[in-house]
C-alpha cells in the first residue's frame, strides 16, 4: 500500500555499463545520495543464457525512498542481489522469474524525489537498455505531468492516513 516503480529490462551489450555507473553516480553526487558500486565490466559481451552470484551495476538511496536498482545480473537482465537470494536457486521455474522484477517504493521521498527516479530511469533506459518496462503507480511514466503525480501522492498519502486511523479505532 505505498507508492511504487516497478521496472525489468536488459542491458544493451553495445552499450558501456561503466558509463552508466559514471553518469549515474554523478546524478548521486550531485544530490548528496548514498550509492554503491557493484562490478563495472560484465564478464563477457554476449550475455550467456544463465547467470552466477555476481551483479553488475549501481544502486542508490534517495531519502525516503526504498533502494534503486541499475544492477544486472552476469546475463544482462534486470535484477538485485536481494531478488537473486530470494529466488535464485527456487526450483520452481515461475518463482526463478521474480529475480528480474525489481521494484522500488517511493511514498516517503515525496514526489519532486519520486519524479527525479522515473527521469534516471527514462535516461538510462533510452541510452544504455533494451526491452524496458516500467509500472508506475505515480504515473509520471506514462504521463510527464507533475500535477498527475501530485494527485497520486496524496490518494496513496489519504489512503494510509485512513488505515492507520481505523486501526487506531479498533478495540484492542
Request: aromatic share 16%; proline share 4%; glycine share 6%.
Amino acid at each position: 500500500m505505498s507508492l511504487t516503480i516497478f521496472y525489468s529490462g536488459r542491458f544493451n551489450p553495445e552499450s558501456s555499463l561503466s558509463e552508466m555507473i559514471e553518469e549515474v553516480k554523478d546524478i548521486c553526487e550531485v544530490q548528496k545520495w548514498d550509492y554503491y558500486i557493484f562490478e563495472s565490466e560484465f564478464p563477457a559481451i554476449n550475455f550467456p543464457e544463465g547467470y552466477s552470484d555476481n551483479t553488475y551495476g549501481i544502486c542508490f538511496s534517495p531519502p525516503g525512498s526504498e533502494t534503486v536498482s541499475l544492477e544486472f545480473l552476469s546475463n544482462g537482465r534486470m535484477s538485485n542481489g536481494q531478488l537473486l537470494h530470494l529466488w535464485g536457486n527456487s526450483e520452481n521455474e515461475n518463482e526463478r522469474q521474480f529475480i528480474y522484477s525489481p521494484f522500488t517504493k517511493t511514498q516517503y521521498a515525496g514526489y519532486e524525489v519520486h519524479a527525479l527516479i522515473v527521469e534516471i530511469f527514462r535516461y538510462v533506459s533510452k541510452k544504455y537498455l533494451m526491452d524496458f518496462n516500467m509500472t508506475d503507480e505515480g504515473q509520471y511514466w506514462d504521463t510527464n505531468d507533475m500535477e498527475v503525480l501530485k494527485e497520486r501522492f496524496r490518494v496513496y498519502e489519504s489512503l494510509i492516513d485512513n488505515f492507520a486511523l481505523g486501526l487506531q479505532a479498533m478495540p484492542v
